[in-house]
């Protein structure tokens, strides 16, 4: 059986302080396990795509998401605001 390795990457983004999203965490296998574990317990929403998990792991950390890459992480995040908007109410 042709297994993938689990995947997670961790993104941070701030629009008022940042240009652009970057890798706060990444990893694979049982630390992909890990980033995903400490997203739920803290609350922050899960998002998978196993594709851009790997090609956001190969990129390291502290790294501005490339621009090849805005798309994908936009889409990403208007999803996270949905998340809100739907909590709040809206």
Known sequence: ???KV???AALS???EKDPAPKIVAAGRGFLAELIE???RESGVPVYHNPDLAFT???L???REIPPALYRAVAE???W???LERKAAGV
């Open 1 to 3: 059986m042709d297994e």
């Open 6 to 8: 689990k995947t997670a």
């Open 13 to 15: 983004y701030d629009p």
């Open 37 to 39: 574990k400490k997203a």
């Open 56 to 58: 956001l792991t190969g």
């Open 60 to 62: 390291g950390l502290d």
């Open 76 to 78: 990403i995040i208007a």
């Open 80 to 82: 996270v605001y949905g």
